[in-house]
Antibody, heavy 122, light 107 residues
Framework: EVQLVESGGGLVQPGGSLRLSCAAS????????MGWVRQAPGKGLEWVSV????????NYADSVKGRFTISRDNSKNTLYLQMSSLKAGDSALYYC???????????????WGQGTLVTVSS | EIVLTQSPATLSLSPGERATLSCRAS??????LAWYQQKPGQAPRLLIF???TRATGIPARFSGSGSGTDFTLTISGLEPEDFAVYYC?????????FGQGTKVEIK
């Protein structure tokens, strides 16, 4: 069974940094693209970033470009999101998600983890 | 950025009724459209991808149609567990975007 467990969320001051992690199990992690989606409380969904399985190709939403960095450690089956210069608008539940088809970055993503909450506030 | 507009915002129906949800794209996305279901306190779940293909384990009462800019999700005979929020998403071009969601609530 595929499992995605996010961690690393919390309360951080504006301008601060945070690193989210997503521990994956139940599938061959290095074969699948992975991504981060966020959802502000009571709001809709927003794609934040995606990373390819092994080539390191990445995409970022304009709202986070230059501030967030997605990465992965295929030896540890873990996906990361390094967030810096955080703003109040970054407050959200951050989900990690797995591509459905192995080997392609442009794909549908399912399943998703249960999310980790990031709150940016002074 | 491709904007997806879902309608209606809320759909009030009774169990057993048919639900028809709409998603309109600001420009053609071909068939690169998916539907997700989200229940309170849960992560979204993929229902339909490539406009009309059901994801693994999704009941046949869920069906999708459309191409280009106009898409529909139909739930033929609502079950109690189907009352939730439904989002469409396109992956025709980055940034991939979601619609604002349609809440299907019990009438």
């Amino acid at each position: 069974e595929v499992q995605l467990v996010e961690s690393g969320g919390g309360l951080v001051q504006p301008g601060g940094s945070l690193r989210l992690s997503c521990a994956a199990s139940g599938f061959t992690f290095r074969h699948y693209a992975m991504g981060w989606v966020r959802q502000a409380p009571g709001k809709g969904l927003e794609w934040v970033s995606v990373i390819s399985a092994s080539t390191g190709n990445t995409n970022y939403a304009d709202s986070v470009k230059g501030r967030f960095t997605i990465s992965r450690d295929n030896s540890k089956n873990t996906l990361y999101l390094q967030m810096s210069s955080l703003k109040a608008g970054d407050s959200a539940l951050y989900y990690c998600a797995k591509a459905v088809v192995q080997g392609v970055i442009s794909d549908w993503f399912d399943p998703w983890g249960q999310g980790t909450l990031v709150t940016v506030s002074s | 950025e491709i904007v997806l507009t879902q309608s209606p915002a809320t759909l009030s129906l009774s169990p057993g009724e048919r639900a028809t949800l709409s998603c309109r794209a600001s420009q053609s996305v071909g068939r690169y459209l998916a539907w997700y279901q989200q229940k309170p306190g849960q992560a979204p779940r993929l229902l339909i991808f490539e406009a009309s293909t059901r994801a693994t384990g999704i009941p046949a009462r869920f069906s999708g149609s459309g191409s280009g800019t106009d898409f529909t999700l139909t739930i033929s005979g609502l079950e109690p567990e189907d009352f939730a929020v439904y989002y469409c998403q396109q992956r025709s071009s980055w940034p991939w975007t979601f619609g604002q969601g349609t809440k299907v609530e019990i009438k």
